[in-house]
């Protein structure tokens, strides 16, 4: 599976941006798919995933109730909507994807779940 990942820019505190996953190589609908971020000098974090089997839905407490992850089987494609963006969301934005299932939502957190991953997109938050 390769993974493109776009849509990151530069935004003002309290605005939105809607990052997309496009995905190619393999059957789409059969792979979880995740975001993850990592700030300069941190370390990757998780922040959404959506799993193949249900289309249910986990989210980082950070996010909660600000970022909503979709996905559209049909186009092949991953979204994560940011609203009420903060500068602490300021990170390169990574797209991840796996074909394992859990019904385990810690599963879904863990970096090392994911088999691809594609090139991160900026999102720059402005306070």
């Known amino acids: 599976v390769q993974l493109q990942a776009s849509g990151g820019g530069l935004v003002q505190a309290g605005g939105s941006l809607r990052l997309s996953c496009a995905a190619s190589g393999r059957t789409f609908s059969g792979y979880a798919m995740a975001w993850f971020r990592q700030a300069p000098g941190k370390e990757r974090e998780f922040v959404a995933a959506v799993n193949w089997l249900n289309g249910r839905t986990y989210y980082a407490d950070s996010v909660k109730g600000r970022f909503t992850i979709s996905r559209d089987n049909a186009k092949n494609t991953a979204y994560l909507q940011l609203n009420s963006l903060k500068p602490e969301d300021t990170a390169v934005y990574y797209c991840?994807?796996?074909?394992?299932?859990?019904?385990?939502?810690?599963?879904?957190?863990?970096?090392?779940?994911?088999?691809?991953w594609g090139r991160g997109t900026q999102v720059t938050v402005s306070s």
């Open positions: 991840a994807a796996d074909a394992g299932m859990s019904y385990n939502p810690t599963y879904y957190g863990r970096g090392e779940t994911y088999a691809y």
